[in-house]
Protein backbone atom coordinates (compact mmCIF):
# COMPACT_ATOMS: atom_id res chain seq x y z
CA UNK A 1 0.00 0.00 0.00
CA UNK A 2 1.07 3.24 -0.77
CA UNK A 3 1.83 5.79 2.83
CA UNK A 4 -1.85 7.73 1.85
CA UNK A 5 -3.68 4.85 1.62
CA UNK A 6 -5.12 2.50 4.20
CA UNK A 7 -5.71 -1.19 4.00
CA UNK A 8 -9.14 -0.01 4.39
CA UNK A 9 -9.45 2.47 1.51
CA UNK A 10 -7.73 -0.39 -0.95
CA UNK A 11 -10.80 -2.12 0.33
CA UNK A 12 -12.82 0.39 -0.77
CA UNK A 13 -11.41 0.56 -4.12
CA UNK A 14 -11.62 -2.65 -4.80
CA UNK A 15 -15.18 -2.83 -3.97
CA UNK A 16 -16.39 -0.06 -6.15
CA UNK A 17 -14.00 -1.66 -8.97
CA UNK A 18 -15.97 -5.33 -8.90
CA UNK A 19 -19.73 -3.24 -8.39
CA UNK A 20 -18.21 -1.17 -11.58
CA UNK A 21 -17.75 -4.25 -13.71
CA UNK A 22 -21.36 -5.82 -12.53
CA UNK A 23 -19.28 -8.68 -10.20
CA UNK A 24 -22.26 -10.21 -8.34
CA UNK A 25 -22.29 -11.23 -4.48
CA UNK A 26 -19.16 -9.89 -3.45
CA UNK A 27 -18.08 -10.73 -0.63
CA UNK A 28 -14.97 -9.28 1.83
CA UNK A 29 -13.71 -11.63 4.85
CA UNK A 30 -11.19 -10.41 7.85
CA UNK A 31 -9.13 -13.15 8.25
CA UNK A 32 -6.36 -11.09 10.30
CA UNK A 33 -6.96 -13.11 13.74
CA UNK A 34 -6.71 -16.23 11.72
CA UNK A 35 -3.72 -16.31 9.04
CA UNK A 36 -0.80 -14.11 8.19
CA UNK A 37 -1.42 -14.63 4.18
CA UNK A 38 -3.31 -11.85 4.32
CA UNK A 39 -5.87 -9.59 6.41
CA UNK A 40 -8.89 -10.00 4.30
CA UNK A 41 -10.03 -11.81 1.00
CA UNK A 42 -12.40 -9.86 -1.02
CA UNK A 43 -14.40 -12.66 -3.09
CA UNK A 44 -16.69 -11.98 -6.35
CA UNK A 45 -18.15 -13.52 -8.93
CA UNK A 46 -18.36 -13.13 -12.67
CA UNK A 47 -21.14 -14.81 -15.31
CA UNK A 48 -18.53 -16.02 -17.43
CA UNK A 49 -14.87 -15.96 -18.08
CA UNK A 50 -14.71 -12.64 -20.44
CA UNK A 51 -16.25 -10.87 -17.11
CA UNK A 52 -13.88 -12.13 -14.73
CA UNK A 53 -11.42 -11.17 -17.11
CA UNK A 54 -12.73 -7.62 -17.29
CA UNK A 55 -13.31 -7.52 -13.10
CA UNK A 56 -9.51 -8.45 -12.65
CA UNK A 57 -8.47 -6.01 -15.63
CA UNK A 58 -10.50 -3.35 -13.54
CA UNK A 59 -9.56 -4.03 -10.54
CA UNK A 60 -5.78 -3.82 -11.46
CA UNK A 61 -6.44 -0.69 -13.36
CA UNK A 62 -7.87 1.73 -10.83
CA UNK A 63 -5.69 0.36 -8.00
CA UNK A 64 -2.58 0.71 -10.41
CA UNK A 65 -3.55 4.14 -10.90
CA UNK A 66 -3.49 5.27 -7.32
CA UNK A 67 -0.07 3.50 -7.55
CA UNK A 68 -1.11 0.23 -5.86
CA UNK A 69 0.84 -2.31 -7.65
CA UNK A 70 -0.50 -6.11 -7.72
CA UNK A 71 2.19 -8.61 -6.22
CA UNK A 72 0.92 -11.64 -8.44
CA UNK A 73 -2.07 -13.06 -10.52
CA UNK A 74 -3.07 -16.26 -10.57
CA UNK A 75 -5.31 -17.77 -12.76
CA UNK A 76 -5.76 -14.97 -15.54
CA UNK A 77 -5.66 -17.49 -18.67
CA UNK A 78 -8.69 -19.90 -17.98
CA UNK A 79 -10.33 -16.92 -16.36
CA UNK A 80 -12.56 -19.41 -14.04
CA UNK A 81 -10.87 -18.46 -10.95
CA UNK A 82 -8.77 -15.26 -10.68
CA UNK A 83 -6.43 -14.42 -7.70
CA UNK A 84 -5.07 -11.32 -7.34
CA UNK A 85 -2.40 -11.02 -4.19
CA UNK A 86 -2.48 -7.89 -3.04
CA UNK A 87 -0.16 -8.72 0.30
CA UNK A 88 -2.95 -7.80 2.77
CA UNK A 89 -5.36 -8.37 0.09
CA UNK A 90 -6.00 -11.25 -1.91
CA UNK A 91 -9.19 -10.85 -4.38
CA UNK A 92 -10.65 -13.92 -5.70
CA UNK A 93 -12.77 -13.63 -8.75
CA UNK A 94 -15.08 -16.87 -9.95
CA UNK A 95 -17.28 -18.16 -12.50
CA UNK A 96 -20.10 -19.12 -10.47
CA UNK A 97 -19.86 -22.60 -11.21
CA UNK A 98 -16.01 -22.53 -9.76
CA UNK A 99 -17.47 -20.30 -6.69
CA UNK A 100 -19.64 -23.02 -5.43
CA UNK A 101 -17.12 -26.33 -6.03
CA UNK A 102 -14.64 -24.58 -3.99
CA UNK A 103 -16.81 -22.37 -1.69
CA UNK A 104 -13.95 -20.48 0.39
CA UNK A 105 -16.24 -18.56 2.42
CA UNK A 106 -17.11 -21.77 4.00
CA UNK A 107 -13.55 -22.55 4.27
CA UNK A 108 -12.87 -19.87 5.78
CA UNK A 109 -16.20 -19.55 7.84
CA UNK A 110 -14.25 -18.48 11.14
CA UNK A 111 -13.38 -15.24 9.79
CA UNK A 112 -15.71 -12.21 10.31
CA UNK A 113 -18.42 -11.49 7.22
CA UNK A 114 -17.93 -7.56 6.55
CA UNK A 115 -21.86 -7.22 5.44
CA UNK A 116 -21.53 -3.76 4.32
CA UNK A 117 -18.66 -1.67 2.67
CA UNK A 118 -19.68 1.06 5.20
CA UNK A 119 -18.48 -1.51 8.13
CA UNK A 120 -15.05 -0.67 6.96
Do not use: P
Not at 16 to 34: F, T, V
Not at 51 to 65: F, H, K, M, S, Y
Not at 84 to 109: A, G, P, S, T
Amino acid sequence: MNNEMTTKDVLKDIYKALEDKKASDISIIDISSLSVVADYFVIASADNTRQTAALCDNVEDILGRKGIEVRQIEGRNAANWILMDYRDIIVHIFDKENRLFYDIERIWKDGRKIVSIDEL
